[in-house]
């Protein structure tokens, strides 16, 4: 499966309740509907991971995602699984799960992949967003 391509889009990134949280919106739109999704990171010190919540355009609920054990090192990962919404009229339903990946290219740039995986499939990546910082 090739991954989804929607040129365009931007992030506006903010630190919030004293830099404790990353809160990310994204927006753009393809050629039928706009695409947005919000986001908050942040590690969470007693259970020594990062965990992220985001929601979108696209699906009905709250995506929830935590760092593993067994993520890549030196890498920000997280997972986490979900009933798949789809971007036709009808729900297709699916089971997935899905892993978030973050890459740090400097600092005004990064790279932000999903990988899904549905039951007794392989992972593949499913979005690659690359960000660089305007000025």
């Known amino acids: 499966n090739a991954p989804i391509v929607i040129p365009g889009m931007s992030a506006k990134r903010e ?31 007693l259970e020594n991971r990062f965990e992220l919540v985001t929601v979108d355009a696209y699906e ?4 929830i995602y935590a760092g593993r054990e067994d993520a890549p090192p030196n890498s920000i990962s997280v997972y986490g699984e979900s009933t798949e919404a789809g971007m036709g009229k009808e729900p297709t339903g699916r089971k997935r799960s899905l892993r978030f990946a973050f890459e740090i290219a400097s600092k005004d740039a990064n790279i932000q992949k999903i990988f899904v995986r549905y039951t007794g499939g392989e992972e593949y990546i499913f979005v690659e967003q690359r960000f660089t910082r305007v000025p």
């Open 15 to 45: 630190w919030i309740l004293g830099k404790r949280y990353l809160r990310e919106e994204l927006r753009g739109a393809t050629a039928d509907k706009p695409v947005m999704r919000v986001g908050t990171m942040g590690f969470n010190r």
């Open 60 to 63: 009905p609920g709250q995506m």
